[in-house]
């Protein structure tokens, strides 16, 4: 039996590891080997320059634009995420007091937890255009369009440099909440209702509940979703290439590095630079997710 | 330039397309693309050698059974000119030669990696939001040499080179370091676009001095029309082309060739200043902050819906606009009013600029065959049909003397005739791609964000600089 193992997980695995090998490992390779070339994207022979790009990226102040956005995506991103999603969840689940030794959700949770799904189901490109509508600083923006009604002028969330990192910021929340309630729910379903009846019987609030139950017991959850979020604050790409004005705009207000990459590649055919930019953003990822792993690592509590 | 030849619908769509992928495939994307980085092309002299018999009828001695491959961008301007007009042309020449076209909205995906893996089509229409960088093609030797073709006798224009049918400037347009690589093939005029309509009832005529401009202006505002606008979003090069022209006419069209060679300080020059003084406060009184939001063509709708005067771009505004104008609205452009009363320029100065590029690929099968390709399009008959399928002129001189056009046309046309031979250009937005990012931004700043001249001179100086500094980008000089 032993013996026909190896071919027989072999046989399995050889189609889907050499299409990830093909289209991700090598191609991943390849940005590292372009990182250090001046490639400009039209000659079949690679020119190597060293460590060239890298110090030109170290003096780009696009660049540490990009990263400061990105840092501020990482604290509020999972932040505002998190404490939202919590929220619903827990009124959905768990708000609505226990009756018959059951905890039960607000009334017409189940109703919400579909709502709330909704825009997960949208691409993200979808999301960008109709947040454009939205935002519109004229009268077909939805939002100005009735400050306008009421001579409120127009508010410019994407052509204020002040405000339009914080609209994407709130587009990619809008956009993210359903998914981790859904997430979360998953998570509060799990915990045992004795749990919950037990505080009960010492006579906890619902304030108590969350906290000293809820959260704890959620612990793994919160943490995949910290990890999750962090990664897509490092993206973003999507809604600030379609939403913001002059791609990454008003003057660099909303760069991102996955904006900054694709310009460097395809606008100033700049490719090797582009995969500089690129490898950053790998180890940059990378150390994130091992960062948080470690740092919010506790034991399981058994149940 | 030519980008707004790309109809908006598929602008979005390409932006869709794009958001999707990259999003998606950040890092791998770019690796995914070069995947065939050192698999192909050998540097074998296969390319320029008249490979036919050189007659008469075969100036550039094309081999008459070999088959010629075209790459068409399929935009504003559709591909019917190529497949209708040009193409039975050359046919007519060759009949043995099968002309190959593809058409494709998205240029760099299909052809670039054809030419790092070293089979590229013959001749390409370089155009389109996701157009290659022709100079980094330059400087990758992919791109054939077009003297021969300048050279050549005119298809069916008597005893001139194609040169001689040409209007001036047009080889000089797409020449990179003193040999013509490119040929812009349509020819734009840019101004201030207005509504003949909205004018003569108002008993309104074209300003030619600031302070008429200025006057003009007022009487809109008090109208309750946003006197001057353009799209902050996407389309502020329309509004830097303004304020250079402007420069250009204070100071002369010297002041654009040093900006483009990255002359030190060029961006500095008091005519540079003066310029963005004068179209800061135009966009601090006259026009509406809330643009700054907007894309083209939502300004471009208001404009046709009288709530804007003034809107600067070029002369394909009119068959871009054409399913929103409503009747009677009579396009018309006048040429950007003199800043002072000592320009250099008369009033009547304008910018004008052959566009929509077209190369010959040096290490094609068929170089030759491309170039003759071009010299059909550039034949009396090959332009007269472009211009009666798009409504855009060509570089070809007259050639559409006599037809009927559209207002818009007939007066962009009035316009470039009283300019004579007082226009200009500038080629540093797509010899540098960088130069023109930073100018978008330093525009909207002037013009929308309390910025100042000498912030906007400044800001530009230090990147023309950087961008001289950077070994890695080929300098160009004109």
Redo the contacts between chains.
């Keep these: 039996m032993k013996h026909g193992r190896y071919p027989f997980i072999i046989g399995f695995l050889i189609v889907p590891v050499a299409i990830y090998v093909t289209?991700?490992v090598?191609?991943?390779?390849?940005?590292f080997q372009?990182s250090f070339t001046?490639?400009?994207?039209?000659?079949?022979?690679?020119n190597y320059?060293g460590f060239?790009n890298f110090v030109?990226l170290f003096h780009d102040d696009t660049f540490w634009k990009a990263i400061r956005h990105h840092l501020v995506l990482l604290i509020f991103l999972p932040l505002f995420t998190i404490v939202l999603a919590l929220f619903f969840s827990f009124l959905l689940n768990v708000g609505g007091g226990s009756k018959g030794g059951k905890t039960r959700g607000v009334w017409g949770s189940k109703f919400y937890r579909v709502v709330f799904f909704f825009p997960q189901l949208l691409?993200?490109?979808l999301v960008?255009?109709i947040f454009a509508r939205v935002?519109?600083?004229?009268d077909?923006g939805l939002i100005?369009g009735l400050l306008n009604q009421f001579g409120a002028g127009?508010v410019?969330?994407?052509?204020d440099?002040k405000l339009a990192l914080w609209s994407i910021l709130a587009v990619l929340v809008w956009q993210g909440v359903g998914f981790y309630v859904v997430l979360f729910s998953a998570g509060m379903g799990s915990i045992p209702t004795e749990i919950y009846e037990a505080a009960a019987l010492d006579g906890a609030t619902r304030g108590v509940l969350f906290f000293r139950v809820t959260l704890p017991l959620l612990w793994n959850t919160l943490q995949v979703a910290w990890v999750y979020l962090g990664i897509a604050a490092f993206?973003a790409?999507?809604l600030v290439?379609?939403m913001s004005?002059?791609?990454g705009?008003?003057?660099?207000a909303t760069t991102v590095?996955?904006l900054e990459?694709?310009?460097n590649?395809?606008?100033?055919?700049?490719?090797?630079?582009?995969?500089a930019m690129?490898?950053v953003?790998?180890f940059l990822t990378i150390s994130f997710a091992a960062l948080t792993m470690r740092v919010t690592r506790r034991d399981a509590i058994e149940m | 330039m030519s980008e707004i030849f790309g109809t908006p619908e598929l602008d979005?769509r390409t932006?869709?397309r794009?958001?999707?992928a990259?999003?998606l495939?950040?890092?791998?994307?770019?690796?995914?693309?070069?995947?065939?980085?050192?698999?192909?092309?050998s540097d074998d002299d296969q390319a320029d050698k008249p490979q036919g018999e050189v007659s008469s009828t075969n100036p550039l001695g094309v081999d008459p059974n070999t088959p010629v491959e075209i790459v068409i961008f399929n935009g504003g301007l559709g591909t019917k000119y190529a497949s209708d007009v040009d193409t039975p042309s050359y046919n007519k020449l060759f009949p043995n030669s099968k002309v190959n076209q593809t058409n494709t909205e998205e240029i760099?995906t299909v052809v670039?990696p054809r030419?790092?893996?070293?089979n590229p089509p013959d001749m390409i229409n370089n155009s389109g939001s996701?157009l290659?960088?022709q100079?980094?093609?330059v400087?990758?030797?992919?791109v054939q040499d077009l003297t021969d073709l300048f050279a050549a006798p005119s298809v069916d224009i008597e005893g001139k080179t194609v040169k001689d049918t040409l209007i001036p400037g047009t080889v000089e347009q797409g020449t990179f370091n003193n040999k013509p690589y490119v040929l812009n093939y349509a020819f734009t005029v840019f101004g201030l676009w207005y509504s003949g309509k909205l004018f003569s009832d108002n008993g309104w005529t074209a300003p030619t001095t600031w302070a008429d401009f200025t006057a003009l202006l007022d009487k809109m505002k008090a109208k309750g029309i946003t006197p001057y606008g353009y799209a902050?979003?996407?389309a502020?090069y329309y509004q830097y082309l303004v304020i250079l022209t402007s420069a250009a006419k204070i100071g002369g069209p010297d002041i654009l060739k040093n900006i483009d060679n990255l002359e030190d300080g060029a961006w500095q020059s008091d005519a540079v200043k003066q310029a963005a003084k004068a179209w800061g406060e135009i966009g601090a009184k006259y026009s509406n902050?809330?643009?700054?939001?907007?894309k083209h063509t939502?300004v471009q709708l208001?404009h046709d819906q009288y709530k804007v005067g003034f809107y600067p771009s070029g002369s394909w505004l009119e068959n871009e606009q054409a399913k929103d104008t409503p009747d009677g609205f009579d396009y018309q452009v006048m040429p950007v009013p003199s800043v002072t009363t000592a320009d250099k320029m008369p009033a009547t100065a304008i910018y004008a600029a052959a566009g929509e590029q077209y190369f010959v690929a040096s290490k094609g099968k068929n170089p030759r065959g491309g170039m003759e390709y071009l010299r059909h399009m550039l034949s009396k008959a090959g332009a007269k049909g472009f211009t009666e399928l798009t409504k855009v002129l060509t570089v070809v001189a007259g050639a559409t003397e006599g037809e009927d056009i559209s207002p818009g046309l007939t007066s962009g046309n009035k316009m470039l005739s009283a300019a004579g031979s007082d226009y200009f250009s500038y080629r540093f937005d797509t010899w540098y791609?960088?130069l023109d990012?930073e100018a978008?931004?330093a525009t909207?700043?002037l013009m929308?964000?309390g910025g100042t001249a000498d912030k906007f001179c400044a800001r530009m100086q230090k990147v023309a600089d950087a961008v001289k500094a950077?070994d890695?980008i080929e300098k160009f000089t004109r």
């Design positions: 289209f991700v090598a191609a991943y390779v390849q940005a372009l001046d490639w400009r994207g039209f000659s079949p022979n690679v320059i060239d030109k691409a993200l490109a960008a255009v935002y519109s600083p004229d077909s100005n127009p410019l969330f994407l052509a440099g993206d790409f999507a290439n379609v004005v002059d791609r705009g008003p003057d660099g590095l996955g990459i694709f310009r590649a395809f606008d100033y055919a700049q490719f090797g630079y582009a995969s690129g490898v953003l790998f | 979005r932006l869709l794009r958001a999707a990259v999003g495939l950040a890092t791998p994307a770019v690796g995914m693309l070069s995947a065939c980085v050192g698999s192909g092309g760099a670039q030419f790092t893996a070293g996701k290659m960088d100079g980094a093609l400087q990758a030797g992919q902050g979003a996407n502020s902050k809330a643009f700054l939001g907007l939502e208001q791609k960088k990012d978008r931004a909207n700043e929308f964000q950077d890695s």
